[in-house]
């Protein structure tokens, strides 16, 4: 989780950041590992989320 | 000549006809894959596989790639061959692990047409993307030729694809344009030997292969042979270090399910995934070296050789014996030697550095030097070194005893040879065994009896060990000792941290003025040790089950209690006066141990209810009455604790003569308690909050979003291939995993 985030873009940029840097893992302890990141998020402030459902709506999307 | 201009316009046809047809060729599946074997040359086990096109024309029946190439080349349309080629080793790979079967990384080649055409590395990307397979399954072969037509373009090719997770391998390295400039100015990962060097099998291109071998070992690039026809080639390839074969010895290219079929046959197994990493690091240790060397399995229980040069054999065989057999000669026998050899590997395997040994064989001393190089599932691979000191000139000049030495370590444990004007002390037999000493201090004498007894000698016999080693009046002692040598038994401290007894004999070394001394370990008579034990013994009720056998050790456990529990905990006399407690009570009330000695509570002023403590007390002493968790505070240091504490009886023929209590600060195991709870919010695998902990932070973040305004996010990760890290690598990496990111 993460706080002081008002901007959907900011969000969006982190979160590519974030896929890009772990699927730039390849090896670990020398073995070849190749990594597909799926991610799901949500915005508290978006419409229809509420502190109640904001983890079913991630969970929903990352199902998808 | 006619023939000639026939088959010449025949193939001029061909080639019109591969390039106006290679769109439908793909698209009815004339066009095929097929596979040749790469074997890795340290198991034999098959560990990769080469694909090539073939194209099974409904018309002109088979065609090769020389007739397939130029043509596609000429008209800028390779690109489509090698796209379509990469699309089916995926489909390939993919159908393979979804059907739970092994599957091998492949090679695929490349054109420098293909990259100028499109965009190789976004087809295989997409391929790899598409089925769903390990980078690492796919590698890039280019040849020498690409990389001098355009150099610019082939390093950003060879960058990306390195960069994206796949291997790029040198293909047909020394057959035309070769340079060792490519070597130093590109990255590749694998160096194929070019086959024609086999052809011509003779010293001079061994040499070549040899030196070419070592030399990309030696900038860290994996090698390949490819042409292997012969048992004799297998045999060359192997002894030079070679990591991967391929060629006819192990098969043409066949399509797969045939490929598969002949591999099976053949008996070759397959190298899992997992094992890959594995094997990769012995195979690139094994190299050509005058220098002795081996590479050894060890699964915990036996060994398994799986390279040794020809230096190494010299040093310890004496004829000429395959793998299997020196198997049998060294590690399947009933030597004693064996359960040198296991503990040597055990040490190895526990330190993980490089750890030297030194024993008798067949009247010579050897030192063996080994180092784990990886670890997998309880296997090790280890490579050694070896070298007879016997027949080494400076050494038998310093140690004109060695040759004297024939098996001893079958007797000792140890032997070390100190030389007390130098201050110097090496092992002779064994290794340093009771010593953790930093490499630049290993051989000094004094360092190294200091260590010992720092580290492993019993607090009992530190005294003794210091008087037997007294390096002053050894010479005196040895002297006096109507044997020619002194011994005495002590305590020492074993590896599963257990102390046992151990004789330890001097005996000075004739001729040496004095100067030079043999340090011999070994174990106790097997007889003696019962004795010692029962020597050692603290009686115990054994209304407690506890018996007279175990003496030692509830006495050793007792002095550790007192010495080492964070147990707070005292014993009184029937006058509530101290007469002793645990180091654990010292440091809680901040006193020395003759601080309270005879001493009652009010004496000491410490308790701010004293008369609760008392009257308390008094209960047990005359009522037999066990006191549980009662509460108090005292003040240390100036600070007041919240206390409980524990008071019980101690008889004595049935009478109190005392009691026995602890005491347990209540603030320190909230904390602890604290600690747990922290425990227990926490994900065993990644390390990270688990979802009870989300929940409570998710109420901290709604609560703060609700009164404050502050916006939050939730954003949840997922590796889509995580299971099949595990299925391949195995649980222990599913932690790792985790941890690692």
Request: negative net charge.
């Amino acid at each position: 989780m993460v706080t002081d985030l008002t901007e959907p873009e900011t969000l969006k940029a982190m979160v590519e950041e974030l896929r890009t840097k772990l699927e730039a893992i390849k090896k670990l302890e020398g073995n070849d590992i190749t990594k597909k990141i799926k991610i799901g998020y949500r915005l508290r402030n978006e419409e229809g989320i509420t502190d109640e459902n904001i983890y079913s709506a991630v969970l929903d999307e990352l199902m998808k | 000549m006619d023939e000639a201009v026939s088959r010449a316009a025949n193939h001029i046809g061909i080639a019109e006809y591969v390039a106006e047809n290679i769109d439908v060729a793909i698209e009815k599946g004339w066009v095929k894959v097929y596979y040749q074997p790469v074997i890795r040359t340290l198991t034999g086990q098959l560990c990769g596989a080469e694909s090539l096109a073939r194209w099974i024309d409904p018309v002109h029946g088979f065609l090769s790639p020389d007739k397939l190439i130029g043509p596609l080349e000429d008209t800028n349309q390779i690109y489509k061959l090698d796209s379509y080629i990469v699309e089916k080793v995926c489909s390939d790979i993919s159908e393979r692990i979804n059907n739970g079967l092994e599957a091998v990384p492949v090679s695929v080649n490349f054109s420098k047409l293909d990259f100028e055409a499109t965009d190789m590395l976004k087809v295989v990307e997409d391929a790899v993307e598409k089925y769903n397979i390990p980078r690492d399954y796919i590698h890039v072969e280019i040849t020498e030729s690409m990389i001098v037509s355009d150099s610019d373009l082939m390093e950003r090719v060879i960058e990306s694809f390195r960069n994206a997770g796949f291997e790029v391998w040198m293909d047909d390295f020394g057959s035309g344009y070769s340079s060792l400039n490519l070597l130093k100015d590109y990255q590749f990962d694998t160096l194929k030997m070019d086959m024609e060097f086999l052809k011509s099998f003779t010293d001079k291109s061994k040499a070549i292969m040899t030196a070419a071998i070592t030399m990309s070992k030696n900038i860290g690039i994996m090698t390949l042979a490819e042409g292997v026809e012969t048992p004799e080639q297998v045999e060359f390839l192997y002894s030079i270090g070679c990591g991967k074969l391929q060629g006819y010895y192990y098969g043409k290219a066949m399509p797969l399910e045939e490929f598969f079929a002949h591999i099976e046959e053949m008996g070759i197994k397959i190298e899992p995934r997992k094992w890959r990493h594995y094997y990769q690091t012995g195979s690139f240790c094994a190299r050509a070296t005058e220098e002795p060397l081996e590479i050894v399995e060890d699964d915990g229980k036996e060994f398994r050789t799986l390279f040794m040069n020809k230096a190494y054999k010299r040093q310890v065989l004496t004829g000429e014996y395959s793998l299997e057999g020196i198997d049998r000669l060294i590690y399947k026998t009933k030597s004693p030697l064996l359960k040198k050899y296991r503990e040597y590997a055990d040490t190895i395997e526990t330190t993980k550095n490089q750890e030297t040994f030194y024993y008798t064989y067949d009247g010579n001393i050897l030192c063996f030097q080994g180092e784990e190089l990886a670890e997998i599932d309880g296997k090790h691979l280890i490579k050694g070194s070896i070298r007879n000191i016997s027949i080494d000139n400076d050494f038998r000049t310093q140690n004109a005893v060695g040759n004297k030495l024939r098996e001893l370590n079958h007797l000792f444990e140890t032997v070390m040879i100190i030389n007390i004007e130098r201050h110097t002390i090496f092992p002779l037999l064994g290794k340093r065994k009771y010593i953790n000493v930093p490499d630049n201090i290993e051989n000094m004498l004094q360092e190294h009896l200091d260590r010992m007894v720092a580290d492993f000698i019993a607090d009992a016999d530190k005294q003794k060990f210091y008087d037997f080693t007294d390096i002053s009046t050894l010479k005196s002692r040895v002297e006096a000792s109507d044997k020619g040598y002194i011994e005495n038994i002590f305590r020492i401290k074993q590896p599963d941290g257990n102390y046992r007894w151990k004789e330890m004999s001097i005996m000075m070394i004739p001729g040496s003025s004095g100067k030079e001394y043999l340090v011999c370990g070994k174990a106790t008579a097997d007889d003696a040790q019962p004795f010692l034990t029962s020597n050692n013994r603290v009686h115990n009720p054994e209304d407690y089950g506890l018996t007279n056998e175990n003496a030692v050790i509830q006495s050793k456990m007792w002095e550790s209690i007192v010495a080492a529990s964070s147990v707070k905990f005292f014993w009184k006399d029937k006058n509530r006066r101290f007469l002793g407690c645990s180091r654990a009570f010292l440091d809680f009330f901040n006193v020395k141990l003759e601080d309270i000695l005879g001493k009652n509570d009010e004496e000491m002023g410490w308790l701010i209810d004293q008369k609760a403590f008392e009257e308390g007390e008094l209960e047990v002493l005359n009522k037999g009455k066990n006191i549980v968790r009662a509460p108090g505070q005292c003040i240390i240091n100036g600070i007041v604790h919240n206390i409980v504490s524990d008071k019980r009886p101690v008889y004595e023929n049935g009478q109190i003569i005392g009691l026995m209590g602890h005491v347990t600060d209540v603030d320190e195991e909230l904390s602890y308690l604290d600690k747990l709870y922290n425990e227990r919010r926490l994900d065993p695998v990644t390390g990270l909050m688990n979802v009870s902990a989300l929940a409570e932070v998710t109420r901290s973040y709604a609560h703060n979003y609700a009164t404050k305004g502050i916006n939050y996010a939730l954003i949840i990760l997922r590796n889509e291939n995580h299971h099949r890290i595990v299925d391949d690598y195995g649980e222990v990496y599913r932690i790792r995993f985790c941890h690692g990111n």
